[in-house]
């Protein structure tokens, strides 16, 4: 399974950027999509998260970000509104998938994409 991330970039505070994934290469089922962060010198964190029936949010981006998926494309989307600096990070896709009907789930990584916020 391969994660390719888009959208990141410079933003000044206040603006909005939209991060999209897509997952290619053999999937059976995607159980979880996760976007992450980590910020220089800071470790990784789960910033939101969606199932097939929910979603959550870290408590840092709670109103301002927004997860959604598109089953179809095996694609996952953060729609990143009024931004802060502090959202300053590299940010990375995660999913949960089954390559097949009978592989266990694995956890699969994005390479990133930076998002810069500009205060």
């Known amino acids: 399974v391969q994660l390719v991330e888009s959208g990141g970039g410079l933003v000044q505070a206040g603006g909005s950027l939209r991060l999209s994934c897509a997952a290619s290469g053999s999937i059976f089922s995607i159980n979880v999509m996760n976007w992450y962060r980590q910020a220089p010198g800071k470790q990784r964190e789960l910033v939101a998260t969606?199932?097939?029936?929910?979603?959550n949010y870290a408590d840092s981006v709670k109103g301002r970000f927004t997860i959604s998926r598109d089953n179809a494309k095996n694609a996952v989307y953060l729609q990143m509104n009024s931004l802060k600096s502090e959202d300053t990070a590299v940010y990375y896709c995660n999913v949960v998938a089954h390559e097949t009907r009978y592989s266990d789930a694995f956890h699969y990584w994005g390479q990133g994409t930076q998002v810069t916020v500009s205060s």
């Open positions: 969606i199932t097939s029936g929910s979603t």
